[in-house]
């Protein structure tokens, strides 16, 4: 025995691709793929016929397509032409899209060309379709636009759209119902999306909270710490109660052993005796200058230190810092 489904067409943006089926009824008055298809290519005809056409189509070829591209988009474009030109291209950034033109491959415009000059019945690509009813300006585009003046015609309100009956051997039966009352389609349609997007956040934070507490269990009983504390690095426990999380770092032992904030003054030694730098210096958030004995990060402001210099020194440190080192060469 046959199996009964009863599917209500949620989304007018998605074409529905209906299996072959043994009868379908259809109202002529609905708008669908097929008849926005139809419209856009009668709209090229006819202004084809009048004259009334960009020139740079009016001789219908793959490379005039995509010289017509590159001139439109120079154009003041809706989001929604944009979004067009986008998703045909492939590409992600409107800023990139005329060198996507300038290097897509052209025999791929082609079937767009047979399409408008009626070689081939219908155009497989729903984006190539919206291409055509933006350089042509065909109104209402996009597809939606178009399809959703379906909801508007009251003489709908009754009908039963795309009633599909397969051969005796399928194991169902899908019939596509528009229901009478449009305000409770939209109602069980919006409350649908909004239970199901509902459903998505919760188990997503249910995972979050999943993964942060192992990763804080795992961290707390296997790492070892450090936070900075004055002038120096010390080993601490992990404790987000008694610590900022932004305070934790990672343990390093070369960071607790060497990395220390020092003061300076003209006896300081600030470079080693083959001549590498032995002190290097940052502001901290105050603006101030501070030394440490390492390379690494300021651990405050967490930007990288820089190495001394004889004019720093000099400059900040010891005025005469120049003069006494000449003095020694000497």
Same mark, same amino acid.
């Given at each position: 025995m046959l199996r009964r489904e009863f599917v209500i067409k949620k989304n007018p943006n998605i074409p529905i691709n209906l299996m072959k089926?043994?009868?379908?009824?259809?109202?002529?008055?609905?708008?669908?793929?097929?008849?926005?298809?139809?419209?856009?290519?009668?709209?090229?005809?006819?202004?084809?016929?009048?004259?009334?056409?960009?020139?740079?189509?009016?001789? $219908? !070829?793959?490379?005039? /397509?995509?010289?017509?591209?590159?001139?439109?988009?120079? %154009?003041?474009?809706?989001?929604e032409d944009k979004l067009i030109l986008k998703n045909f291209f492939g590409v992600n950034d409107f800023d990139f899209i005329k060198r996507k033109i300038q290097t897509f491959d052209t025999a791929k415009l082609k079937p767009i060309c047979r399409f408008l000059k009626q070689e081939i019945g219908s155009i497989a690509s729903h984006y190539a379709l919206e291409l055509i009813a933006l350089f042509i300006d065909y109104q209402p585009r996009p597809y939606k636009k178009y399809s959703a003046t379906n909801l508007k015609n009251e003489n709908l309100t009754s009908y039963k759209e795309d009633i599909v009956y397969k051969n005796e051997e399928e194991s169902r039966t899908t019939i596509i119902v528009k229901p009478k009352n449009k305000k409770l389609f939209a109602w069980v349609t919006s409350v649908s999306a909004f239970n199901k997007w509902k459903q998505i956040a919760i188990i997503?934070?249910?995972? $979050? !909270?999943?993964?942060? /507490?192992?990763?804080?269990?795992?961290?707390?009983?296997? %790492?070892?710490?450090?936070?900075?504390?004055?002038?120096?690095?010390?080993?601490?426990?992990?404790?987000?109660?008694?610590?900022?999380?932004?305070?934790?770092?990672?343990?390093?032992?070369?960071?607790?052993?060497?990395?220390?904030?020092?003061?300076?003054?003209?006896?300081?030694?600030?470079?080693?005796?083959?001549?590498?730098?032995?002190?290097?210096?940052?502001?901290?958030?105050?603006k101030e200058l501070e030394y440490f004995t390492a390379l690494g990060l300021h651990p405050e402001t967490g930007k990288t230190l820089k190495p001394i210099t004889k004019y720093m020194i000099n400059k900040y440190i010891c005025p005469d810092y120049l003069k006494t080192t000449l003095l020694k060469n000497k």
């Open positions: 089926s043994d009868k379908i009824h259809k109202n002529p008055n609905v708008k669908t793929v097929e008849t926005y298809s139809e419209a856009v290519r009668s709209k090229y005809l006819k202004d084809k016929e009048s004259r009334n056409i960009r020139g740079e189509i009016y001789k $219908l !070829t793959p490379a005039n /397509i995509k010289k017509l591209c590159l001139n439109i988009i120079d %154009t003041d474009l809706s989001a997503g934070m249910s995972v $979050l !909270t999943v993964i942060v /507490i192992t990763t804080i269990y795992i961290l707390n009983n296997k %790492t070892r710490w450090m936070i900075w504390q004055n002038t120096e690095y010390v080993e601490v426990k992990f404790d987000t109660k008694k610590y900022h999380l932004n305070q934790l770092k990672l343990y390093k032992s070369e960071r607790i052993k060497y990395f220390k904030k020092i003061t300076v003054d003209c006896n300081s030694l600030f470079f080693n005796s083959d001549g590498t730098v032995k002190i290097w210096y940052g502001k901290n958030n105050k």
